[in-house]
């Protein structure tokens, strides 16, 4: 007798179209522990350019984080504004102690116009360059042209803002270091004869238009034979800058100096 039951087969699962969760779970894990790793190597293949090992990391992150970058709810004090403020007055005081053990015999106008052209935003930004850090500045979503526009404007600004973190993260010595390290062949190597930056001053004035500088003293002090003048330089639209010294002139000359480095003004020299 036939059996007519007709044949019962157990057809095969097919493969699941979603992958289970702790499945992605897992592997969101994994892209996130590459991601850290990644990152860290990037990091430490910058600070080896820099040559400072940082031990706050964020410090080095914020040094290199134009305002653009920023989220909305963060402040303009998370991007790199107010280290380059401090790294600018600490590359200013340890090149005026390179400058003055350097050259001992320089009177203080020659180191004012030697201090200048080393701090202006040009040799920052060449500093920068040769560091190769204009890949590591984050920007916010800009063109690709207006981005590299963008990176070599700040790149000056980004040069300090990394001794700035640098001093905070390590102390003067390690800041010294670093400016040692990138200034003093800059500092040594011949170049033509300075200009005077009363002269750089009212030039850069004339081609913005602003009438010519004009000088005031606002202090004498000392003994008569051994005098010190504190005089200030003033243009319209600008804060005064001065400058002390043992002439008018000298002090003159001082207070130009403070205000082509403060505006970032080009042309210190004429090389």
């Not at 007519?4 to 894990?29: F, L």
């Not at 522990?33 to 860290?40: G, L």
């Not at 200013?92 to 102690?97: A, T, Y």
């Amino acid at each position: 007798m036939n059996d007519e039951t007709p044949d019962i087969r157990t057809a095969s699962r097919p493969a699941e179209a979603n992958p289970r969760p702790e499945d992605v779970g897992e592997g969101k894990a994994v892209k996130k522990k590459r991601s850290k790793a990644s990152a860290k190597a990037a990091t430490a293949e910058l600070e080896a350019r820099i040559g400072h090992k940082f031990a706050d990391a964020t410090l080095l992150a914020t040094a290199f984080t134009h305002v653009s970058a920023l989220k909305a709810a963060r402040k303009r004090s998370d991007s790199y504004q107010r280290l380059e403020f401090l790294g600018d007055h600490v590359l200013g005081l340890v090149v005026s102690d390179m400058l003055y053990r350097a050259f001992p015999n320089a009177d203080e106008g020659e180191l004012s116009k030697r201090l200048a052209d080393l701090v202006r935003k040009e040799s920052c930004a060449d500093v920068a360059k040769q560091l190769g850090l204009f890949d590591d500045i984050k920007l916010g979503q800009v063109g690709a042209s207006a981005s590299a526009r963008l990176r070599k404007t700040v790149l000056g600004d980004i040069c300090e803002a990394v001794i700035g973190a640098i001093y905070l993260d390590g102390g003067h010595a390690a800041a010294a270091e670093f400016v040692a390290r990138n200034w003093t062949e800059r500092m040594k190597k011949p170049r033509r004869p300075l200009r005077d930056p009363k002269t750089v001053l009212q030039e850069w004035a004339q081609g913005k238009g602003l009438p010519t500088p004009v000088y005031r003293e606002v202090e004498r002090t000392g003994p008569h034979h051994d005098p010190q003048f504190r005089v200030a330089v003033d243009l319209p639209g600008l804060e005064p800058a001065e400058g002390v010294g043992g002439s008018k002139r000298a002090a003159e000359k001082v207070a130009a100096s403070v205000m082509i480095e403060r505006e970032g003004v080009g042309g210190g020299n004429d090389g």
